[in-house]
């Protein structure tokens, strides 16, 4: 059974830093052969969307409202994916998910990020 499991959400004062970890567990291949992995948010009251994520080849994508102080990347050795988040303001605030699509979409639970003063 895959299992996404996230950790390193808090709170922190705007301007602040924090750093996302997802661990996969159950998956029949490596993370780095995995199709696409991401991080997406959902803020109260809003639509979920997608953060950044991190391609089979490498190569990663990182939305506009995020570009420059999130960095999202992949340790192959670890099985993890990590997300830095720097310079973070109150908008940012959200739940984040990591996700992996192999065969299918799956999803983790979710950690709370909250930036306010």
């Known amino acids: 059974q895959v299992q996404l499991v996230e950790s390193g959400g808090g709170s922190v004062q705007p301007g602040g830093s924090l750093r996302l970890t997802c661990t996969i567990s159950?998956?029949?291949?490596?993370?780095?052969?995995?199709?696409?992995m991401a991080w997406y948010r959902q803020a109260p009251g809003k639509e979920r969307e997608l953060v950044a994520s991190i391609f089979r080849g490498g190569s990663a994508y990182h939305a506009d409202s995020v570009k420059g102080r999130f960095t999202i990347s992949r340790d192959n050795a670890k099985n993890t994916l990590n997300l830095q988040m720097n310079s973070l303001q109150p908008e940012d605030t959200a739940v984040y998910y990591c996700?992996?699509?192999?065969?299918?979409?799956?999803w983790g639970e979710g950690t709370l990020v909250t930036v306010s003063e």
């Open positions: 159950g998956i029949d291949v490596p993370i780095y052969a995995i199709g696409v």
């Open positions: 996700s992996a699509d192999h065969r299918e979409k799956y």
